[in-house]
T-cell receptor, first 112, second 113 residues
Framework: DAKTTQPPSMDCAEGRAANLPCNHSTISGNEYVYWYRQIHSQGPQYIIHGLKNNETNEMASLIITEDRKSSTLILPHATLRDTAVYYCIVRPLTDSWGKFQFGAGTQVVVTP | DAGVIQSPRHEVTEMGQEVTLRCKPISGHNSLFWYRQTMMRGLELLIYFNNNVPIDDSGMPEDRFSAKMPNASFSTLKIQPSEPRDSAVYFC???????????FGSGTRLTIV
């Protein structure tokens, strides 16, 4: 599976948009980009995933560059409850068993 | 939907004792995963099942660890004998299938003294 690179940490002001970058320069054509987050003392939580088109759901938006070598997760209006570690993962959809390997992620701190 | 249910939430056991962690996946999910999380190693995939069959256990650290899924609604992760280095948070997750995200349980915080 392609490796991903994320900044180890970032801060965001409450109410502002949080833009979380992820580099995946070795991504293959059949690999999807997934985002999860883990709030302290909880299990990871699925956020969103996409292949090449931008995606949006009730939690966030995912912007994937045209060459698919990087992506950005956008939390449109960050709240204190969005403080968490955010993981970017690339994985082939054709991996029938769907296993995810988590990296170190980005520690996001939302401040008042 | 109650989500993925893990028990116990916390377990403190003496070294050498047998430890059994339990997981009830979401009804209808046919894939189940066991992860371990520590500060040093982060989230590690230990083993996963599809339709109750173990598919890949290459992440299981050693023979002291074993996992079973006797039916679609229950799985166990057993450590025998336990050692202090097994102390970690153990997560169970389930998924309805390929292309879907996982739903994780709240985890079991295991401490071996």
């Amino acid at each position: 599976d392609a490796k991903t690179t994320q900044p180890p940490s970032m801060d965001c002001a409450e109410g502002r948009a949080a833009n979380l970058p992820c580099n995946h320069s070795t991504i293959s054509g059949n690999e999807y980009v997934y985002w999860y987050r883990q709030i302290h003392s909880q299990g990871p939580q699925y956020i969103i995933h996409g292949l090449k088109n931008n995606e949006t759901n009730e939690m966030a938006s995912l912007i994937i560059t045209e060459d698919r070598k990087s992506s950005t997760l956008i939390l449109p209006h960050a709240t204190l409850r969005d403080t968490a570690v955010y993981y970017c993962i690339v994985r082939p959809l054709t991996d029938s068993w769907g296993k995810f390997q988590f990296g170190a992620g980005t520690q996001v701190v939302v401040t008042p | 939907d109650a989500g993925v249910i893990q028990s116990p939430r916390h377990e403190v056991t003496e070294m050498g004792q047998e430890v059994t962690l339990r997981c009830k996946p979401i009804s209808g999910h046919n894939s189940l995963f066991w992860y371990r999380q520590t500060m040093m190693r982060g989230l590690e995939l230990l083993i996963y099942f599809n339709n109750n069959v173990p598919i890949d256990d290459s992440g299981m650290p050693e023979d002291r660890f074993s996992a079973k899924m006797p039916n679609a609604s229950f799985s166990t992760l057993k450590i025998q004998p336990s050692e202090p280095r097994d102390s970690a948070v153990y997560f169970c997750a389930s998924s309805p299938g390929t292309g879907y995200g996982y739903t994780f349980g709240s985890g079991t915080r295991l401490t071996i003294v």
